[in-house]
């Protein structure tokens, strides 16, 4: 299987979930229990490592040394996401995930309803997923669809739509932890292939800062902005909060949530006693289709 830089990242966030559920109940941010299962069996022995506390805590302080307070943004973020999908459950009839990687969002949802679910990803995270399918839950699941899709040159609706999916379905999309990975073209690209989703469709995703991108603010990240921005070029694209509204707006959708970093650690870190503070580097957003 061919590497992809971009590709690559799809494991960081499956390991936080992981690591996340060796915490007791209380202190837990992410709940997932098919987190440590869908990870390379190398990563699956870490998890296994982070029983004991002291290694959790070392893991999550190690974290700290690329970025400090991305460890609370990875997990508020797929809080925010959680909720935002169980709310909207009864007013949409699809799920759309663009970038799956190994998130397991939607064999999660498959226990609970049974809608159709698009998993859209580079054909090498596809690929990856449905052998890690397969070799935890024993065959692919009839209600999932993987879509394989390069979206800075394929159309997303017309691959959708090769796999099922409907206009008039009225889907929530969930664009995690993807847009800063697309140039600019790619995402309006993307915004452009959704502009036929039906009213009333929702759309949550997460974005860094365009100061970030452009090296005006590296919000005490250093070794990231050397990984993402100087030695590879991982991350092109970022907004700014005041132009997010505007911005979905020129494709139809609108703003209806959007929540800072400070705000999700007071909703989700707080009650949970620990002591994490998150980078201001990236927000997350909620949108409606009009």
């Not at 399918?133 to 209600?143: A, D």
């Not at 999916?165 to 990975?181: K, P, S, W």
């Not at 929702?202 to 902005?225: H, P, Q, S």
Request: proline share 4%; aromatic share 8%.
């Amino acid at each position: 299987m061919a590497r992809n830089p971009a590709a690559q990242t799809a494991f960081g966030p499956m390991l936080l979930a992981a690591v996340e559920q060796n915490e007791p109940a209380g202190r837990r941010l992410v709940d997932d229990d098919l987190a440590d299962l869908f990870l390379p069996a190398p990563m699956r022995w870490l998890v296994a490592a982070t029983r004991a506390a002291p290694i959790r805590r070392l893991m999550v302080r190690g974290s700290e040394w690329s970025g400090p307070g991305l460890w609370a943004n990875l997990a508020c973020r797929k809080r925010f996401i959680a909720d935002k999908l169980n709310e909207s459950l009864g007013d949409i009839n699809a799920v759309v995930i663009l970038v799956a990687g190994l998130v397991t969002r939607a064999y999660l949802l498959n226990r609970r309803v049974r809608m159709p679910v698009f998993e859209v990803d580079l054909p090498v995270n596809i690929a990856r997923k449905a052998k890690a399918v397969r070799r935890v839950l024993g065959s692919l699941r009839l209600s999932v669809r993987l879509v394989a899709l390069d979206f800075e040159r394929d159309d997303l609706l017309t691959a959708l739509a090769e796999h099922g999916y409907h206009t008039d379905y009225r889907a929530l999309f969930i664009c995690e932890g993807v847009t800063q990975y697309l140039t600019e073209d790619g995402v309006r690209r993307t915004l452009d292939g959704l502009r036929a989703a039906a009213p009333g469709s929702r759309l949550v995703f997460t974005y860094v800062r365009r100061n970030f991108i452009d090296g005006m603010n590296r919000y005490g990240t250093r070794t990231l902005y050397r990984n993402v921005r100087e030695r590879q070029q991982l991350w092109h694209f970022g907004l700014e909060p005041d132009e997010v509204a505007g911005f979905l707006a020129e494709y139809g959708w609108r703003l209806i949530e959007q929540a800072g970093p400070n705000e999700l650690v007071a909703r989700y870190v707080k009650p949970t006693g620990r002591k994490l503070k998150a980078s201001q580097l990236e927000w997350s957003a909620y949108a409606e289709k009009t």
